[in-house]
């Protein structure tokens, strides 16, 4: 059973702040390496892929990579109002099959 | 370009029938996958399709099928609904095994 794994409650921040959400995955072969966003009744939508070790940043968005310890995280800057949503974590393993936490739900605050 | 596209939006169904999904990707992904989302939790993997073979099945029972056209659409069928059946459907594509899916709008399927 592959899994991944984000146990952090909801998050709560301040407009302007940084939310920082973590999930840690259970495959040490997986490669590739996933953040989705979902709003409430909404489908996923993909925010940022990684696949190597380190930083990768995409606007306000950072996505951080260290496979010795299979840890994935995202941090929004200047967080929004309309970042408030779900994250989603997904790892994927064999024929590009997709694992997800449960997900983290973030709420920003005015 | 058009996204993904899945029918109907929304469907209720009695406990025992029978229902069918649909799924169009991205003109030019040939990867299609279902994935399977109750409420509060992530996505579950269900099937996935690549040049219209199937490449991989989840943890879920015979009750759940699926298979791809030529023209790489995809169906997802489920027959004997269950109560637990309740959920959204997601379908995904993706132009090549390793790149990110894309998502569509999803079906909800709640049975009663």
């Known amino acids: 059973q592959k899994e991944v794994e984000q146990n952090s409650g909801p998050l709560s921040v301040p407009e302007g702040a940084i939310a920082s959400l973590n999930c840690t995955y259970s495959?040490?072969?997986?490669?590739?390496f996933f953040w989705y966003r979902q709003y409430s009744g909404k489908s996923p939508e993909l925010i940022m892929s990684?696949?190597?070790?380190g930083d990768k940043e995409d606007g306000r968005f950072t996505a951080q990579l260290n496979k010795a310890s299979q840890y994935v995280s995202l941090l929004i800057r200047d967080s929004q109002p309309s970042d408030s949503a779900t994250y989603l974590c997904a790892a994927a393993y064999g024929n590009n099959r997709l694992a997800f936490g449960k997900g983290n739900q973030v709420v920003v605050i005015p | 370009d058009a996204g993904v596209t899945q029918s109907p939006t929304h469907l209720i169904k009695t406990r025992g029938q029978q229902v069918t999904l649909r799924c169009s990707p991205i003109s030019g992904h040939k990867s299609v996958s279902w994935y399977q989302q109750v409420l509060g939790q992530g996505p579950q993997f269900i099937f996935q399709y690549y040049e219209k073979e199937e490449r991989g099945r989840g943890n879920f029972p015979d009750r759940f099928s699926a298979r791809q056209f030529p023209n790489y659409s995809s169906e997802l069928n489920v027959n004997a609904l269950l109560l637990g059946d309740s959920a959204l459907y997601l379908c995904a594509s993706s132009f090549w095994t390793g790149y990110g899916y894309t998502f569509g709008s999803g079906t909800r399927l709640t049975v009663v």
């Open positions: 990684i696949y190597s070790n």
């Open positions: 495959d040490r072969g997986s490669q590739s």
